[in-house]
C-alpha cells in the first residue's frame, strides 16, 4: 500500500510512530552529558563523556528498534505529520516552497543529525526517507497485492514491473522501474493538504514555522513529556527537576529568536522550579548537599551576605534614639536611603511596621537631626506611592571627598531593602504579632546562620549579650523573644542558656538567610 492514499481514505490510517534519543551535556564546566529518550517510560542516564553516552544513545535506539514491530503498512508518513519541514524548505520569504507528495512503501527509518546529538526512529514513507541525506533504512513494511496498472512505458515485456515486490532498496546498483504496487499515486489538490502538527507546550502554541528546527523538536518532545509527567501515579522528582532544566534552556533559545521578553520570564521561572524539584528529591533521598547553592536565597551570594550583615552592624552604632521600635525604624529608612542618603518613602512603609506610635518616632528623628523630610511627619505617614515622599539621612550623604559607609552600589540597594522587608513582614510574624525586639531578633539570627540553618558559626549558637544589644533589650528578655519566633515558625530545636541561644532556623526560611562564610 502507498502511504499516501485517496483523500477519503486517510482516517484510516495510523499516525507513524517516532521516537527521539538525545545526547546533551549536563551544564557548563563539566564533560558529563545526559541521554534522554522521548517514549515516557525511558529514564535519563548520566554518563561521565560525550563518548560513553554516544555509544549508550545508540545502544539504547537499537534496544527500541529490536523491541519494536516492523513498519505498518498501513501508517500515515510520520515525517508527512509534520508538514515534511525537515526536509521541505522555502526558497525565500516570499517565495512558494517546492511541492512535495509523500509516495512509496512505508519504511521504518533511522535520522541522525550531522553532529550525533540526537538520533530519531520513524515510520514514513520512502519518498521522505530518500529526502533525508542522514536516513538509514531499517525495515519496509509488506504492501497488500495491488491489480497490476496497464503497461507503460515503464513496465517489463510481460507487463510485470522489475522492482521487489518489498518496496524500493536504496541500496540497489542498478536503477529498476517502480513495482506496480508501489506506483505513486497522482498528486491530491492543495485544498486537501494536512495542517502541520499542532502543539503546546506550557499553554503556549508553538509555531509551526518556528526555526531553528531542533528547537521545534525540542519544545515537542517536552510538551509531550510534560504531559506524560502529569499521568504518573508517583512523582519523580529527578525527572521532574531534569525537564524543568530542558524547558528553561529551550525557552531561553526560544527567546533570543523571537525577542519575546515573557519567555524569557517564563526560562527563569523553569530554572527556580528546577532548583526547587532538585533540593525536594535530595532531601528525600537523603543525599548530603551544600544548602548554600542548593537553596535558593533572596540575597544570592557571599558578598551580599556581608553587606546585609554590615548594614546591621552600622544600624547598632548610629541609632540616636533608645528602644527597639526606633533602631527597628532607623534600619528601615537606612536601607531606602543607604546608596546616596536620599530615597522616597510612603506612609505604609512606617504603618506596616510594629511601632506603637509612628508619628511620634519620626518626629523625634527629625528633631535631632538624624532625618529630614520636606513637611510635617503626619504629611509622611499620609503620602501614597503615586505620590511618595522625598526624606534624607545627612550621615549617609556621599560626596567625591566624603564617600559613605556602605560600599555596595545603586543595584543591590533595592535588594537588601526588599530582603529586609520580606524578614520583618513575614506573614506568620505579623499574624502572632510579633514586637520590634522579635523582628530585629529575626534579621540578627537570618545572617548568623550556617548554610543550612543553624545558628552561629559552625551550628555552636550565638552569644546572648550581643543579641540583646542589637535587639535594645535586656538579655532576661531575650529567652521570651526565642519562644516568639519558636511559636512563629521561625525557629527550632531553641535552646536557650544564661550566655548562648542555639537552635536552628526552620526550613520556610532559609531563602531569607545570609550564611555565613568560612575565613
Avoid at 2 to 10: K, Y
Avoid at 162 to 191: L, N
Avoid at 353 to 372: A, I, N
Avoid at 512 to 519: D, E, V, Y
Wanted: with cysteine; aromatic share 4%; glycine share 8%.
Amino acid at each position: 500500500m502507498s502511504v499516501e492514499a485517496a483523500a477519503g481514505g486517510l482516517d484510516e490510517r495510523v499516525l507513524g510512530r517516532r521516537w527521539t534519543v538525545r545526547l546533551d551535556a549536563v551544564g557548563r564546566g563539566s564533560a558529563e552529558v545526559r541521554v534522554s529518550c522521548s517514549r515516557p517510560a525511558c529514564t535519563a542516564q548520566r554518563l561521565p563523556a560525550p563518548a560513553a553516552g554516544r555509544a549508550v544513545a545508540v545502544g539504547h535506539l537499537r534496544a527500541h528498534l529490536r523491541a519494536a514491530q516492523g513498519p505498518r503498512a498501513e501508517a500515515y508518513c510520520a515525517c508527512r505529520a509534520e508538514d515534511c519541514h525537515t526536509h521541505l524548505r522555502p526558497d525565500g520569504p516570499r517565495e512558494r516552497a517546492a511541492s512535495w507528495r509523500c509516495g512509496g512503501a512505508v519504511v521504518l527509518a533511522v535520522i541522525t543529525d550531522r553532529e550525533g546529538r540526537w538520533w530519531q526512529a520513524m515510520e514514513c514513507c520512502s519518498r521522505c526517507a530518500a529526502a533525508h541525506p542522514t536516513a538509514k533504512i531499517v525495515a519496509t513494511a509488506l504492501s497488500a497485492a495491488r491489480p497490476a496498472p496497464a503497461a507503460g512505458p515503464h513496465s517489463g515485456a510481460d507487463g510485470a514491473p522489475g522492482a521487489s515486490a518489498t518496496g524500493p532498496q536504496f541500496s540497489h546498483s542498478t536503477a529498476t522501474a517502480p513495482a506496480a504496487s508501489q506506483q505513486v499515486p497522482a498528486p491530491r489538490p492543495a485544498s486537501a493538504r494536512r495542517r502541520p502538527r499542532y502543539a503546546k507546550i506550557a499553554q503556549r502554541v508553538i509555531p509551526h514555522d518556528l526555526r531553528p528546527e531542533v528547537l521545534r523538536d525540542e519544545l515537542i518532545e517536552l510538551g509531550d513529556l510534560f504531559r506524560a509527567y502529569q499521568q504518573r501515579t508517583e512523582p519523580d522528582l529527578a525527572l521532574l527537576a531534569d525537564l524543568h532544566t530542558r524547558k528553561a534552556r529551550a525557552f531561553t533559545t526560544w527567546a533570543d529568536v523571537t525577542g519575546d521578553t515573557q519567555l524569557r520570564l517564563d526560562a527563569q521561572r523553569a530554572e527556580q522550579a528546577a532548583t526547587a524539584a532538585l533540593l525536594q528529591h535530595q532531601q528525600r533521598t537523603g543525599q548530603n548537599t551544600d544548602s548554600t547553592t542548593a537553596t535558593p536565597r533572596l540575597l544570592t551570594g557571599p558578598a551580599q551576605w556581608d553587606h546585609a550583615r554590615a548594614v546591621l552592624t552600622h544600624v547598632s552604632g548610629n541609632t540616636p534614639l533608645p528602644g527597639p521600635e526606633a533602631r527597628l525604624l532607623v534600619l528601615m529608612l537606612t536601607l531606602r536611603t543607604a546608596h546616596a542618603g536620599v530615597g522616597n518613602l510612603v506612609g505604609q512603609d512606617l504603618t506596616s511596621l510594629p511601632l506603637p506610635d509612628p508619628e511620634d518616632l519620626v518626629t523625634q528623628l527629625v528633631d535631632c537631626g538624624w532625618l529630614g523630610i520636606p513637611g510635617a511627619a503626619g504629611d509622611l505617614l499620609a503620602s501614597r506611592p503615586q505620590n511618595p515622599s522625598r526624606i534624607t539621612v545627612p550621615s549617609l550623604t556621599t560626596t567625591a571627598d566624603v564617600p559613605g559607609p556602605f560600599t555596595f552600589g545603586k543595584k543591590l540597594r533595592p535588594k537588601l531593602s526588599g530582603w529586609a522587608q520580606n524578614v520583618v513582614g513575614d506573614k506568620k510574624l505579623r499574624k502572632t504579632k510579633t514586637t520590634a525586639a522579635a523582628r530585629l531578633l529575626a534579621l540578627a539570627l537570618a545572617t548568623q546562620t550556617t548554610p543550612d540553618g543553624q545558628l552561629g558559626p559552625a551550628g555552636q549558637g550565638l552569644g546572648i549579650e550581643p543579641l540583646a544589644t542589637w535587639c535594645a533589650i535586656a538579655p532576661a528578655e531575650l529567652h521570651q523573644l526565642a519562644d516568639k519566633l519558636t511559636a512563629a515558625e521561625w525557629l527550632t530545636e531553641t535552646v536557650v542558656t544564661d550566655t548562648h541561644l542555639t537552635g536552628r532556623l526552620t526550613e520556610r526560611v532559609l531563602p531569607l538567610t545570609c550564611p555565613l562564610t568560612s575565613a
